[in-house]
T-cell receptor, first 110, second 117 residues
Framework: GNSVTQMEGPVTLSEEAFLTINCTYT??????LFWYVQYPGEGLQLLLK?????DKGSNKGFEATYRKETTSFHLEKGSVQVSDSAVYFC?????????FGDGTTLTVKP | DAGVIQSPRHEVTEMGQEVTLRCKPISGHDYLFWYRQTMMRGLELLIY????????DSGMPEDRFSAKMPNASFSTLKIQPSEPRDSAVYFCASSFHYTGRANYGYTFGSGTRLTVV
């Protein structure tokens, strides 16, 4: 079956620090991969996506590369801001249905 | 595009009452999902529809929960009777899936925060 394992949180960083949140997956076929972000009191929002191996998704300074050989899709940002504090979910989609990781809470301190 | 619209945003009800949550998906999307989110259990998929047909309801906790999608632009999730343990944030999400090709992600609504007292 399909599964997503992401780095346990919470993660606390200082402003301008480098961020990595690890995500690995198990899936049949060729899934699409996603990162979603959830700010307090809101729904999940699509942050970035990659639909095939070696694709790099990017948005708002965040990046993740679809690595088929390591079945990974790690989220990175070079310099985090206080406004990046949120919960981040890694997900894969196979045949229309997504499987989500458990979420990683990021807190960025000034 | 107004996105996925859920109503109400907040609902407080007494144990034993019927609760109906509503969702309007994005026009043209062919998949609709209902999720429940709590601190203890995280994000749980309750049921999903494809072209208005329920595909998998294995996540529905028990017979007190039911969901319908009478047309492409509307879905409801009903809890009858409600219990305090149903207190959670309920999200609706919609998506378009290109058969045999990539999926481009879900659009979530803002959620309904349900409190059963």
């Amino acid at each position: 079956g399909n599964s997503v394992t992401q780095m346990e949180g919470p993660v606390t960083l200082s402003e301008e620090a480098f961020l990595t949140i690890n995500c690995t997956y198990t899936a049949t076929g060729y899934p699409s991969l996603f990162w979603y972000v959830q700010y307090p009191g809101e729904g999940l929002q699509l942050l970035l996506k990659a639909t095939k191996a070696d694709d790099k998704g990017s948005n708002k300074g965040f990046e993740a590369t679809y690595r088929k050989e390591t079945t990974s899709f790690h989220l990175e940002k070079g310099s985090v801001q206080v406004s990046d504090s949120a919960v981040y979910f890694c997900a894969l989609n196979n045949a229309g249905k997504s499987t989500f990781g458990d979420g990683t809470t990021l807190t960025v301190k000034p | 595009d107004a996105g996925v619209i859920q109503s109400p945003r907040h609902e407080v009800t007494e144990m034993g009452q019927e609760v109906t949550l509503r969702c309007k998906p994005i026009s043209g999307h062919d998949y609709l999902f209902w999720y429940r989110q709590t601190m203890m259990r995280g994000l749980e998929l309750l049921i999903y529809f494809n072209n208005n047909v329920p595909i998998d309801d294995s996540g529905m906790p028990e017979d007190r929960f039911s969901a319908k999608m009478p047309n492409a632009s509307f879905s409801t999730l009903k809890i009858q009777p409600s219990e305090p343990r149903d207190s959670a944030v309920y999200f609706c999400a919609s998506s378009f899936h290109y058969t045999g090709r990539a999926n481009y992600g879900y659009t979530f609504g803002s959620g309904t925060r349900l409190t059963v007292v």
